[in-house]
């Protein structure tokens, strides 16, 4: 079934979109604070638009290419959108809309510093997270992989204090070095295979070079996308990110930059090397490994974690290798699985993530064990915060279940018994180090809290929306974006399969 | 011995004086010292274009009568680029001395381990 | 007229040079009109040769009337029309850009000053478009003499360093002439094309062995080749502000672009004595890329930082050449072009620095983004090029030196040219950091804070106008590679 190709622009004017709103943000600078406000929200509105629009098409098999642009010799930038393309951009695109009402409330609430530079990068961070969805070749990726990295950096180091300009550069060394390795594996590719266009089910082969060769290729261009996934020994990065304003951290460090990474690893294992030649050359049981590991170790020291974001940190390393390990298992279940928790992960953390900032900026606490009570002063915000560690924990009805069960079936359909046993060990370990918060917060007595209420409106309803999102799509999958087909799709071609048992919902 | 004599032994003598012109530069602590090893590295570089240029049994390339065989004139090109190679010799001196007046006046020592300890205090 | 375009390249800067110190007499602004009409007219007669050099060929012009061998010609092929083009906009740039450190000097000390710019300008000029050998040392050291002044403008110590830099740039000189006598007595003609012609049998016979060494030794302390490149850290720090981004960012590549014209077109690149020259050279230069990106590391001082990240960036323009294929020579001349505007750029803005608050100290550039917005936004572009990020201009060259390396399957190279982006995104990323992160705990003075802009326009806009640069020479050089350089490199194109 080759899908047929629209040549179309939509596609950039998704990612330019936000580049020209960065430029008038800085523009604006701290002059005119709603124009300002006003040229963010107008560009996520925009840039949904364009994206969605695009749905119906992508959702018919039809696939959208805008023209490619010769830059150098060998590198040709080119854009398409294709159903993976489209699951990561819709996500990132509806979540930058939720965000950015989210970070007015939080910027003003807090009295935050920089504010313009703060919207300017975020602007530029989600043309490049839609440069990296939309990408139609190895070279395009690396592109915007960069352009993410150095435009996530004045958000780490936003405070600009000591403490931020070290996990700036500890950031920096991650990202920088690996992001070199993953050039070289590219560039490799591109001499072997001739090319470094995705396709679906991968281009490489056996043919383009020795079995040895193509596991240490393999082996550099995983740690160029597993180092921003977050996934174990190269998540040293991610917990001292969290010095960062707190939407920064939602948005990017559990959306943009950790999914990208997970993206990554989705476009090498399906579109580049290909389910077939990585059980071939048996790379993939090693990524598969790194996963598991990473989803228990990083759940256990989630449980020592005081602080509450640096606990959501570890939280995230873990979840993000759910999807690494779904895709790993290279079973049509297992594809979708973790292409879905993708989706999944993003709207609870997000939830997550959104009701530490309110705490922070309303009653100005960060650690959980000065939390005790705050559920009688912040119902709404608890609440959410209740329903997406169930999620994550994976309790049937919220959206994290649907992944998970995915996964666990792709595990059986590829009969390693191992990983279902690692996903079960995680799902308790989640409850424990998550749902004590929710406890602790509604059921311990404490004084502590009589003099703030809730949290501002413009920070409680993103909460409030994400949260419900999250249920919706637990009973729904399919509801509103369609995410669940698309995810289905993507599996589908690349694994070539027609039908899927069981699974799905 | 008559060969090398004819043949060879001005090469050497004008890579000794090549080398001893080199030496002087690095092994001198004056300035003045060096420039003046300096200038004769490069009259050493200049007597070898000229060798190249001469002949045996031939004369200054002057018209002598109606004598037109290029065999009796030695090769003045060499000659006229090495004047030029004198030229740049002696602005090139003469930068130097100015730049060593400036240097004296107020470093007040032409010496070079003086000047750079006191360059860098 | 327009035959005379040729010549007028270089004899129009030349003119004005002369006649400088005697303008100056009535006015500054007259000198500084003057000069910047002389370099405007060699931009242009640049541009016009280029376009014409494209449609028509190779451009041979005989001064005098003197066919070669026997007179000097030009020799305008596409490379050395764009070279030429590169430092007539270069050299127009920083002379505008000079103005204001000027404003204080008395008019003859001003004429003189720019009497040498244009001098040095003429000498690289005519060095590029030469096809003569003797006439290439003519050229190198009128440019270097000229610098040697304007090295010694900038003060004290300045004098002590420029006196050095002499003393090794005439050994350096003389090493090169030796070599172009050792080709002569071998051949007996200096014009390049004829030389190439001659040679061809010859280059395995020992005068020509003796004169690549000579040749390499001059060329490379012209060029700040490692391990010949002391006298840079100092001759770059200490010079003249308003000159040292010329003498930083294009003296220093000429004689790169030198040894390409000597191994790639006048020798024979395959043959054997050349060929083990450029691999030992490229391996000099692999180490001189590695141990200037640390020593870089381990600066204080602005612009002595920048002094030892251009001793790594000439390596790669020599790994290029070491590397020897079309890719690779390819990315040699893009770097060329490229990073003389990226170091000029970076020179431009640590002058004006200096201007606005005195400080040439890393750790004192605190808090500069409040006071110098643009400058310190084109130090950033600046920096990302120098680290290698697209799409500015410093990723594309590197790029095709990268992939021309894994073509030939110098894995090595590929490693170095890796490993020291890595290198300089530290000290480059540490500057930035200061810039816009850390607090000033004193307040740093102004010291010219004059209108409304953060520098004199006259600075300011030839920083804006070289930082653009660096954009779209990045975003842009595809044509420029595929319309221009590919049939600049020997070889045709590709």
Known sequence: MTPEILLDYRPLWAVLISLVAAILILMTGEKNRNLRETWTILAAFGKAAIVFSMLPLVLGGKVIESAPIHVAYGIILQLRVDTAGMLFAGLASFLWIVTSFYSIGYMRGHNEKHQTGYFASFAVCLAATMGIAFSANLLTFFVFYELLTIATYPLVIHKRDAEAIRSGRKYLAYTLISGQLFLVAIIWTYIAAGTGDFQAGGFLTLEHGSTRMLQVMFFFMSIGAAVKAGVMPFHGWLPDAMVAPTPVSALLHAVAVVKAGAFGILRVVGYVFGPELLGEIGAADVLAWFAAFTIIVSSLIAMNQDNLKRRLAFSTVGQLSYVVLGVSLMTPLGLLGGMFHIIAHAFMKITLFFCAGAILVTAHKENISEMHGIGKKMPITIGAFTIASLGIAGVPFIVGFISKWNIALGALQGGQWLYIVVLIGSAMLASTYLLPVAYMGFFKKSDKFTKYGEARKDMLIPIVITATISVVLGILPNFGAHFYDLATMSAQSIVHSIELIGGGW | MYEFLTNSLIYWLVAILFLLGFFGILANNNYVKKLMAMNIMQVAVIIFFLILGQKLGATLPVLWGADTTVEHYINPLPHALMLTAIVVSLSTTGVALALLMRIQKHYGEIEEDVILRRMNK | ?494
Not at chain 3, 319 to 331: D, E, K, M, P, Y
């Open chain 3, 1 to 494: 007229m327009r035959e005379q375009l040729p010549a007028l390249i270089v004899v129009v800067p030349l003119a004005a040079a002369l006649l400088a110190p005697l303008v100056a007499y009535f006015s500054k602004t007259m000198v500084k009109l003057l000069t910047i009409m002389a370099l405007l007219v060699a931009n242009i007669s640049a541009v016009t040769v280029l376009i014409q050099v494209l449609n028509e060929g190779t451009l041979n012009y005989h001064f005098g009337g003197w066919a070669p061998p026997w007179g000097i010609e030009y020799v305008y092929d596409p490379l050395s029309s764009i070279m030429a083009v590169l430092i007539a906009f270069v050299a127009l740039v920083v002379a505008i850009y000079a103005g204001p450190f000027l404003e204080k000097d008395a008019k003859f000390k001003t004429g003189i000053f720019y009497s040498l710019f244009l001098l040095l300008s003429v000498g690289l000029l005519g060095m590029m478009v030469t096809g003569d050998v003797f006439n290439l040392y003519v050229f190198l050291e009128i440019s270097s003499l000229a610098g040697y002044a304007l090295i010694a403008a900038g003060g004290n110590r300045a004098t002590v360093a420029a006196f050095r830099y002499l003393l090794i740039g005439t050994i350096g000189a003389s090493f090169y002439l030796l070599g172009v006598g050792y080709l002569y007595g071998a051949t007996g003609t200096l014009n390049m094309a004829d030389l190439a012609e001659i040679l061809v049998p010859l280059m395995d016979s020992s005068a020509v062995i003796v004169a690549i060494v000579m040749i390499v030794i001059g060329l490379g302390i012209k060029m700040a080749m490692f391990p010949l490149h002391g006298w840079q850290p100092d001759a770059y720090t200490y010079s003249h502000p308003a000159a040292t981004a010329l003498i930083a960012g294009v003296m220093a590549k000429v004689p790169a672009y030198a040894a390409l014209r000597f191994f790639f077109f006048v020798m024979v690149a395959s043959a054997g004595p050349v060929h083990k020259a450029l691999q030992v050279m490229g391996l000099l230069a692999a180490a001189g890329i590695i141990i200037g990106s640390i020593m870089a590391i381990a600066q204080k001082d602005f612009r002595r930082m920048l002094a030892y990240s251009s001793v790594a960036q000439i390596g790669y323009i020599i790994v290029g050449l070491a590397i020897g294929n079309s890719l690779a020579l390819i990315g040699a001349v893009l770097h060329i072009i490229n990073h003389a505007i990226m170091k000029s750029c970076l020179f431009l803005v640590a002058g004006g620095v200096k201007w606005r608050i005195g400080e040439h100290l890393v750790e004192k550039y605190k808090e500069l983004n409040k006071k110098l917005p643009l400058t310190m936004g084109v130090l950033i572009i600046a920096a990302l090029s120098m680290v290698g990020l697209p799409p500015t201009a410093g990723f594309f060259s590197k790029w095709y030196l990268v992939l021309g390396a894994i073509e030939e399957g110098m894995w090595f190279y590929v490693v170095i040219i890796i490993l020291s982006s890595l290198l300089n995104a530290i000290y480059f990323f540490r500057i930035l950091e200061n810039v816009y992160m850390k607090k000033s705990d004193q307040e740093v003075k102004d010291i010219n804070s004059d209108g409304k802009f953060e520098l004199p326009l006259q600075m300011l806009v030839p920083i804006i106008v070289l930082g653009l640069g660096i954009l779209i020479l990045g975003i842009f050089n595809e044509p420029l590679v595929s319309q221009i350089i590919q049939f600049a490199i020997p070889g045709g194109g590709q």
